[in-house]
């Protein structure tokens, strides 16, 4: 039987190779219940969802990566969210879209690919990078030669059932053949979308590495989440200041707030305002029109 939801790691006795393949169904379902993407857009968030969860999951931080694809073309936006407590999120903005859009289609010419890490404590980071490649897998590989200088090989599938991928990384030398790298890698350019899609990992790495010693771990668990939330939305309200919502209030009588990942709405009033900036902001912003 299938595991769903689950991202599961395994190593190579005689290789130099690490390694581990992801599988969302709910978790994507709920992305894209709360939002109709056109199918190039939903394919490439569905990636995103894989692939994110694939390289936090090697991440030793308590926190968040968050993989971004700002676009110049049709796509304007990809955002996903992978948290150390193996939850995610995802959005995208688009303009129209055609049918059968390629990825650089999409993206369009001076599109940019950010990976940042935020952590709980401490200061986050930032890698910003053109996109080259024809894939997303193919971007992601680049991205990582040439910040982390290490050897990684993606294989990323998506559709209106599930997202998938399975990546793999070199070790340091010292860890198996070195010659390992190339024979683990050259199969998995084998590796089909639909097979990914639709096996079990105990299939997937039969079929690929039968005559390999690969050792798989224990499945982990994946879910959408998000983290959005009335005291977060009022923190963003609060950096806006007190005369310019006031102001909002006065012309339109409430703030609604709608949450880009889950469409969760906030809505303030003219008494949530006030008690927001623990002041009678609106009627002094009332008082100071007249």
Same mark, same amino acid.
């Given at each position: 039987?299938?595991?769903?939801?689950?991202?599961?790691?395994?190593?190579?006795?005689?290789? %130099?190779?690490?390694?581990?393949?992801?599988?969302?169904?709910?978790?994507?379902?709920?992305?894209?219940?709360?939002?109709?993407?056109?199918?190039?857009?939903?394919?490439?968030?569905?990636?995103?969802?894989?692939?994110?969860?694939?390289?936090?999951?090697?991440?030793?931080?308590?926190?968040?990566?968050?993989?971004?694809?700002?676009?110049?073309?049709?796509?304007?936006?990809?955002?996903?969210?992978?948290?150390?407590?193996?939850?995610?999120?995802?959005?995208?903005?688009?303009?129209?879209?055609?049918?059968?859009?390629?990825?650089?289609?999409?993206?369009? &010419?001076?599109?940019?690919?950010?990976?940042?890490?935020?952590?709980?404590?401490?200061? %986050?980071?930032?890698?910003? &990078?053109?996109?080259?490649?024809?894939?997303?897998?193919?971007?992601?590989?680049?991205?990582?030669?040439?910040?982390?200088?290490?050897?990684?090989?993606?294989?990323?599938?998506?559709?209106?059932?599930?997202?998938?991928?399975?990546?793999?990384?070199?070790?340091?030398?010292?860890?198996?053949?070195?010659?390992?790298?190339?024979?683990?890698?050259?199969?998995?350019?084998?590796?089909?979308?639909?097979?990914?899609?639709?096996?079990?990992?105990?299939?997937?790495?039969?079929?690929?590495?039968?005559?390999?010693?690969?050792?798989?771990?224990?499945?982990?668990?994946?879910?959408?989440?998000?983290?959005?939330?009335?005291?977060?939305?009022?923190?963003?309200?609060?950096?806006?200041?007190?005369?310019?919502?006031?102001?909002?209030?006065?012309?339109?009588?409430?703030?609604?707030?709608?949450?880009?990942?889950?469409?969760?709405?906030?809505?303030?009033?003219?008494?949530?305002?006030?008690?927001?900036?623990?002041?009678?902001? &609106?009627?002094?912003?009332?008082?100071?029109?007249?």
């Amino acid at each position: 039987m299938n595991q769903t939801d689950t991202l599961q790691r395994f190593i190579f006795d005689d290789a %130099p190779v690490r390694g581990a393949l992801v599988r969302l169904d709910d978790a994507w379902q709920a992305v894209l219940s709360r939002r109709h993407y056109p199918a190039p857009v939903r394919d490439l968030v569905g990636q995103m969802m894989a692939a994110s969860a694939l390289l936090a999951a090697n991440l030793k931080f308590d926190g968040t990566l968050i993989m971004q694809i700002q676009g110049k073309g049709a796509l304007k936006l990809a955002v996903v969210e992978s948290n150390a407590d193996r939850t995610l999120r995802a959005t995208a903005k688009w303009d129209d879209v055609k049918d059968g859009a390629t990825l650089a289609e999409l993206v369009g &010419v001076g599109a940019q690919f950010v990976i940042t890490l935020d952590p709980k404590e401490g200061q %986050p980071w930032q890698g910003i &990078v053109a996109l080259e490649g024809d894939s997303l897998a193919q971007m992601l590989e680049n991205y990582m030669q040439r910040s982390e200088q290490l050897d990684t090989k993606l294989v990323l599938a998506a559709d209106a059932g599930s997202a998938a991928g399975m990546l793999l990384q070199r070790l340091p030398d010292g860890h198996g053949d070195a010659e390992g790298w190339n024979h683990v890698q050259t199969l998995a350019s084998t590796l089909k979308g639909e097979e990914l899609l639709e096996l079990p990992a105990t299939e997937i790495l039969h079929r690929l590495y039968h005559d390999d010693a690969v050792r798989l771990f224990d499945a982990e668990t994946l879910a959408f989440a998000c983290n959005c939330s009335q005291e977060r939305v009022g923190d963003m309200l609060k950096m806006l200041g007190g005369e310019e919502v006031a102001n909002v209030i006065l012309e339109q009588g409430s703030i609604e707030i709608n949450c880009e990942f889950c469409n969760q709405q906030y809505v303030f009033d003219e008494d949530d305002v006030n008690a927001l900036f623990q002041m009678d902001v &609106v009627h002094a912003v009332r008082e100071a029109r007249h």
